[in-house]
């Protein structure tokens, strides 16, 4: 498909002015290039529109992201007063505040697929350039995109931000029972891991999907959230001839993947030692990941042997906060991986950053979701002959976090074109993954990649002249992973660009998460015990009679009236005890202000009308003083009837009763009236005898 095509297929109706005038571009370049040959005039021309169209997309970006922001600022600001207040805050605040974050939420998702576009826009639009004219502009034009960029990392800070809030909210502000940074020195895992691939038009869509049903997990809550705490990089030791890389690759008994990670940036103050063994003889066969802690300043020395196990769980023993059974495991876990170093000549090869957002309820490890962004893979070895690294360093000292590392060379990196989603399961506990998951990874919006490793893809990219064997998924990046969407899942917007979540309305959508926890039957005070049936997405409730019909909502709201001696039923919900409890809906404050309007407007006419009648009634003849006052009485009429409607529709609202709201009969009666007074103006001016 042509950009063109997509652009005008794929861009936000209410946003469309903003998007980049690529068809405009694109004619300015081909006309030019007929008319005459392109020249350094031209050149600065082009340069000054791509200047003008990267400013109209940066500024866009600029303020939705502002109102973003202060949206999230106003509900942080709300949750905390209902946080404080819990004696008087009730299940719609909560509510209400959460529907808020998931408009925010889509119109974060919506900006997301506008920078991506854009910048598509742009680098295709450079690369037509540099094609057709003489003169080259990819490199020219670095500097601008540079200083107004167009990526989406600038989206992850709001997005923890909201599903912070929805979680709270979810939550009605009772603390999580669990501890967010519990499991983080966990010493080894037993998960059963699946990966998939995600397109970048779809990396925001997924974690909007995944963050509505489990939260951002953040290990430090006491600390503000920054973009560099996304940060992971890990550096993977291999031999020269990547031994522990072919061994992973076959997938050999005992293979070995041994890496030093940290997380944020590299003034990290600790690193983690870790090994990922495959069917590990001391386990049964069974594939497991070791790791411990590490103080930053001790790895080099660690890995030169210097600082051996037992010096480590000497240091650990004397702070007396770890059993002897935590020490033993260290003690094993570090003298297995120096004793891999120093047998099998291993030595840094290769390092992996990305950015990663993780998903999981703190404190419950059942199920975790880590999405991660940016991959990419930067060569840390000196088997060329290139000092990458001192001797004495086992990183390199010129590599930060400061993605896309435009001061490293080119043939020192690879970058990864897609996300990649991992699910960890705790199958060992016989958890199976939640029906949303299922559906999810079912979807157009992943695409799945069996034994998928970052390292081995790493390697085969980086190091192509020294294996033997690539992975099977290289082949794999030739295709367009999107695939068309087939069903209702994920996120979406109505003609009317109202938020569609599973092809339903937010509102709807949360109700039918209400109703898959609804019981199937209830009991209703001591004298009704029958099958309930939610019929709607507001989860109000009829019950079937003797018959198996069922009733309409006025007979048992009247019904429900008189046992309970209530006026009126509004909404029915099952609390947790299984028993019904009625509910008010919450109608909006700018419904009651509509009705307001209309009365005033009512109210205005009739003062019109009351103004002609006095002019009539002041200076006309005895005749026209007739129709003065049927003005009068037409708006006499007038103002009692709006009185009436206004307060009829208020009762309504405040009684949830359903009926039209609109007037069917009174435009119609004061349209008669007023067409009748003119016909008596008109006759009685007439028939009146002219002075002679």
Known sequence: MKFAEQLAREAFPPWRTHYIKYGLLKAELKNRQADHEWNEE????????????????????VIKLEDINSRIKYCDATIQTLKNSQSWSSDESWESTE??????????????KFIRLNYTGFRKIIKKHDRWATIKLA??????????????????????????????????????????????????????????????DNINEVKSIIMMHLPVLIFDSEKKFEPDDSAISSIYFDSPEFDLYTDRLQRDDNGEAIRFRWYGPTSSKSVFVERKTHHASWLNGKSIKDRFRLDTDDVQRFVKGELTAETIVRRLEAKGDMDKVTLDNIYFIAEGIQESIKNKNLAPVCRVFYNRTAFQI???????????????????????????????????????????????????????PHG???TKLQTHLN???????TKLLESHLVHEVTRFSKYL???????????????????????????????????????????MINGEYGIAWEAEQNRMKATSSIQLGEKIDKKVVIQDENCRLDIPDSNGNTRKRSRFSTFLAKRWGADTLDTMVVDGSGRVKTKKIKIEPKVYFANERTFISWLQFAALLLAVALSLLNFGDPRTSYAGAVFIGIAVCVCFYALYRFEKRAWMLNNNVKGRYDDMIGPAVLCVFLVGALVVNLYLRFTTPKKT
């Open 42 to 61: 031209d050149e600065k021309y082009f340069t000054r529109m791509l200047e003008q169209e990267l400013d109209n997309v940066y500024n866009t970006v």
């Open 99 to 112: 529907t808020i974050l998931t408009e925010t939420l889509f119109d974060l998702n919506d900006l997301a």
């Open 139 to 200: 490199n020219g034009f670095v500097p601008q995109l540079r200083d107004k960029p167009l990526d989406t990392q600038q989206l992850d800070v709001p997005i923890v931000y909201i599903s912070n809030l929805k979680d709270i909210c979810n939550r009605r502000g009772k603390p999580h029972a669990g501890n967010a940074a519990a499991g983080g020195d966990q010493l080894n895992f037993e998960r059963a891991t699946s990966k998939y691939w995600i397109h970048p």
């Open 362 to 416: 703190p404190g419950d490890q059942r199920v975790r979701i880590s999405l991660d962004t940016n991959l990419t893979f930067i060569r840390e070895d000196n088997l060329d002959g290139m000092q990458r690294r001192g001797q004495d360093e086992w990183r390199r000292s010129d590599i930060g976090i400061n993605y896309p590392f435009n001061g490293i060379p080119k043939s020192d990196i690879a970058e990864f």
């Open 420 to 422: 990649v989603l991992e």
């Open 431 to 437: 958890q199976q993954p939640p029906e949303w998951l």
């Open 457 to 499: 893809h790493g390697v085969a990219y980086l190091f192509p002249e020294s294996i033997p064997l690539v992975p099977w998924w290289l082949a794999e990046l030739e295709q367009d992973i999107r695939k068309p969407r087939s069903t209702n899942f994920g996120l979406s917007r109505s003609p009317s660009f109202r938020p």
